[in-house]
């Protein structure tokens, strides 16, 4: 029998046979405290390195206007997250994989209340990246959301408006 096909690695636990084995080197300042088998946290990096692993990250938002409900509706660009209605405090989450590889994932919310209608980008993996303990926290306020769970709190402005149609069909700048 083929040597090659007998070899098998560890890998976070379970044996997978290979057909043959590249070698890893990993720096030792990246490994310092860690056991060469023992996984790391899911979306934590060794020593700034991107994780091992594709890792789920969660979006929380949660309505903090003054007595209003609010209209949440978040999308990427291959499928739309629906309409979800918040009462004040109440909070939508969702769970996705952002893409491990290209990191290009993006998801925009549109947010809907009696004087508000605006767009954020509510995800954006150049900015976000797998955020703290893979959650990104979002609270919306009327002049626009803040994430908090990072330190300290960061606030931005809403999107700016997407262009009106007119009736004869041409767009406005």
Known sequence: MDSALIRVVLVLGTYFPLDHVAPI?????????????QPNK???SLG???PVLPTKVTVQITNRLSMRYLAVQ????????????????ETYSF??????YFPTTLYFCHFVWLEGDHYFDIYDQDRDGYCK???C?????PTGPCRTNKDP?????????????QSNNTLLA
């Open 25 to 37: 080197k990993i720096l030792d300042s990246a490994m310092d405290g860690v056991h060469p088998l």
């Open 42 to 44: 899911c979306g934590e």
């Open 48 to 50: 700034g390195l991107p």
């Open 74 to 89: 978040c999308k990427d660009k291959h499928s739309d997250l629906g309409v979800h209605q918040l009462n004040v405090g």
């Open 95 to 100: 769970q996705f994989f952002p893409k491990f």
């Open 133 to 135: 303990g893979n959650t």
């Open 137 to 141: 926290i979002w609270e919306i306020f």
């Open 153 to 165: 709190r960061q606030c931005y402005g809403w999107n700016p408006p997407p262009a009106v149609q």
